[in-house]
């Protein structure tokens, strides 16, 4: 029983992964924000670092979780944008 239950799971996860786009573009009038999804996906390999809730929307997304969770990570790891214009273009 136990073995179905995490391979419907398993499915609903890929299922999820395969409707995502690769580069999202996030229109602001401060500059649009290209963000690729994909390559972050694949560098980070945790998703949870930006659902906490698991794959799909992100409730709230925004200036706020953007210049927090996105500039964050760029600071501490030291890549990445963290100027504005490193990430609005015009
Ligand atoms: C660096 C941050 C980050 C990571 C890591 C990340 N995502 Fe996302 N993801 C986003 C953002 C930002 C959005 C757009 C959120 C919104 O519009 O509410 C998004 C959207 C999505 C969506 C919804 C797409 C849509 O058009 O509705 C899915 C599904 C998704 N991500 C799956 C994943 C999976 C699976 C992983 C892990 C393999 C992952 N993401 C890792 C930031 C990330
Ligand atoms: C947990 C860490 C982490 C989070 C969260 C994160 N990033 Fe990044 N991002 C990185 C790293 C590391 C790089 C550098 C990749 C490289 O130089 O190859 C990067 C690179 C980028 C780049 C440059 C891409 C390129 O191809 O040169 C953009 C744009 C970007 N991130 C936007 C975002 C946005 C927008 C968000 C939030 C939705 C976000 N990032 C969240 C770690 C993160
Ligand atoms: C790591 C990438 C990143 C950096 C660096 C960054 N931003 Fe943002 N910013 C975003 C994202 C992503 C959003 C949310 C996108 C959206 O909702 O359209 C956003 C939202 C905003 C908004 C809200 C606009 C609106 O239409 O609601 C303003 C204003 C803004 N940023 C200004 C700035 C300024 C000024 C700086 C430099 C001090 C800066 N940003 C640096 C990624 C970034």
């Not at 398993?10 to 690729?36: H, Q, R, Y």
């Not at 799909?56 to 790891?77: L, M, N, P, R, V």
């Amino acid at each position: 029983m136990k073995k179905v239950v995490s391979a419907a799971a398993l499915a609903i996860f890929c299922a999820a992964t395969a409707f995502a786009a690769d580069t999202m573009v996030f229109e602001n009038k401060n500059g649009n924000v290209t963000f690729p999804h994909k390559k972050h996906q694949e560098m980070l390999k945790n998703c949870k670092l930006c659902h906490e809730k698991g794959p799909g929307k992100i409730e709230g997304f925004g200036k706020d979780f953007a210049h927090t969770t996105c500039k964050g990570c760029h600071e501490s790891k030291k890549a990445g944008p963290t100027k504005c214009g490193g990430c609005h273009k015009k």
